[in-house]
């Protein structure tokens, strides 16, 4: 059924009370509703930063090849890099080792490149609760068993396995991780000859995909689902003799597609790029392409963040700081312009920017800039660590879409933009910045509240999976309904 309550003007008090009790209605019945796994469109704008966290992302340490670059970078990553980001995990995107032996052409494996590989994890303190580390081509030239790999390798030791799910809960949700082995099985010799793929036969094989699906299943009710690979899809991706997969793609995208996978990080290229494919995928997928901590000029690695089921992405340099990533609003160009993932803004009083700044130095100040204005403000750090946040009144924010800037003063001055759009039928918001939509958000939304306010009801109910009710200016689409309120802290507001 359908159910319209509308809202131009003040009007009789009865139908005040219908519209308030209509509210909390919606509202218990709706944070009842399933979430579907891996709903890549369910990014919102949370008032607080408790639905924040972040991970590092890098590939390509290619341990073995010439120069230091190599082991001096993958050392950093994992000891100043690590204790300074504090990353809930890491992920490497494999070329774990060169296989060349500080050589020209990879024509190994060797033996002491791997121990080279794992002597510097292991004196660093890092174990396979916390580093995901996943084959690529260097890593199966010769060994079609992935030995090395699987003896070596943090994953490979602990699990004998060369394919690694893993799970990451909070008391907002679980989110799904995986690393997958896009490195041929047959483990033939690198070829200098490109038509026939430099001896790279990259591809997932059936066991290895039937292995994908069954960890896609077992976690149903994942807020997202991101998946890290070492190969681009498709040859050619940055460079005419980059490869790709050769086997296996068309029902690897068939899994992407039917669990909402939100995300594909790889490496391979050595050069960092975002993008979204949408071959064969009705929605898409963030489709990250990361460069080489071994052996890239810049772009050595990736911080990666989920807020309020939002993505957001910064490359940076090993050994520079300080790293500036702003979390909320959520960019509109990543990967995309519009990036599909987003959600739209309030034009709300006290609308939200936050930002995670690393540095080794103290960080000094951090501000924020609307729209090229050249107005700063400043911004509070949150309990002494890496998460700042500000608070900006957007109510003579024009609809449509705008820039926030924030810059970080601490080792150096560096700075991070987004793009976003903001509704005016997004009226809701933290009106009195205590970190929750409770009551008074509320009540300053009933009395800010101009537009009609619509529940379809038949969209709550009648679809299959996650379906988003529209619920016009209470919240911004993609909104999910059991977030507009938090039922601990609900009160209405007494009347007076």
């Known amino acids: 059924m359908n159910l319209s309550i509308g809202w131009r003007s003040r009007r009789q008090k009865n139908e005040v009370s219908f519209l308030v009790l209509g509210l909390i209605f919606i509202l218990v019945l709706l944070s009842s509703l399933p979430v579907m796994a891996g709903n890549s469109s369910g990014a919102y704008y949370h008032w607080s930063a408790g639905r924040l966290f972040w991970f590092m992302v890098i590939s390509d340490t290619h341990i073995g090849t010439s120069g230091s670059q190599d082991t001096d970078y993958l050392d950093w990553a994992v000891r100043e890099g690590r204790e300074v980001i504090n ?37 660093a303190g890092i174990d396979d ?40 809960e909070f008391d907002f949700g679980s989110y799904h991780f995986f690393g997958i082995s896009t490195a041929g099985n047959d483990g033939a010799p690198f070829s200098i000859w490109p038509w026939d793929n430099y001896g790279d036969h990259a591809g997932l094989d059936a066991d290895e995909l039937a292995y994908i699906e069954t960890e896609l299943e077992k976690y149903p009710e994942s807020e997202l689902t991101l998946v890290f690979g070492h190969h681009p899809f498709e040859p050619g991706y940055f460079a005419w003799n980059d490869t790709g997969l050769t086997y296996g793609l068309e029902p690897f995208l068939d ?85 599909p993932f987003a959600c739209e803004i309030p034009q709300g009083r006290a609308n939200p920017v936050r930002a995670l700044v690393f540095d080794v130095l103290p960080v000094t100040q951090v501000q924020f800039s609307l729209d090229e204005t050249g107005i700063w403000q400043d911004m509070q750090q949150v309990d002494q660590g890496p998460i700042w946040v500000g608070f900006w009144d957007a109510v003579n924010s024009p609809a449509g879409f705008h820039v926030i800037k924030v810059r970080a003063l ?44 619509m529940v379809d009801f038949a969209s709550a109910f009648g679809g299959t999976g996650a379906v988003t009710p529209n619920i016009g200016s209470m919240a911004c689409a993609r909104w999910p309904s059991n977030m507009l309120l938090n039922s601990d802290t609900f009160q209405w507001p007494t009347k007076e």
């Open 410 to 453: 601490g080792t150096d001055t560096v700075t991070d933009q987004v793009k976003f759009f903001v509704d005016p039928s997004c009226y809701i918001g933290d009106s009195d910045r205590d970190g929750d939509m409770d009551g008074v958000d509320l009540a300053a939304f009933l009395e800010d509240c101009q537009a009609e306010v």
């Open 255 to 339: 899994l992407i597609e039917d669990y909402n996978i939100s995300l594909y990080g790889f490496g391979h290229t050595h050069n960092y790029r975002e993008n979204f494919y949408y071959d064969r995928l009705s929605r898409g997928v963030f489709y990250l392409n990361l460069a080489s901590l071994g052996e890239s000029d810049e772009n050595h690695y990736a911080v990666m963040a989920i807020d309020g089921n939002g993505l957001s992405v910064i490359s940076a340099q090993a050994q520079e700081w300080p790293v500036v990533l702003i979390t909320a609003p959520v960019d509109w160009g990543l990967g995309d312009d519009p990036n």
């Open 87 to 123: 990353p809930l995990f890491m992920v490497n995107a494999g070329d774990l080792t060169d296989s060349t032996n500080g050589g020209l052409l990879p024509n190994g494996p060797y033996q002491e490149e791997w121990d080279s590989y794992y002597q510097i994890l292991d004196q």
């Open 129 to 168: 609760s916390f580093y995901y580390d996943i084959p690529g081509n260097h890593d199966a030239y010769n060994d079609p068993d992935l030995a090395y790999y699987r003896f070596n390798s943090i994953q490979g030791r602990a699990t004998g396995n060369h394919q690694h799910s893993w799970l990451r």
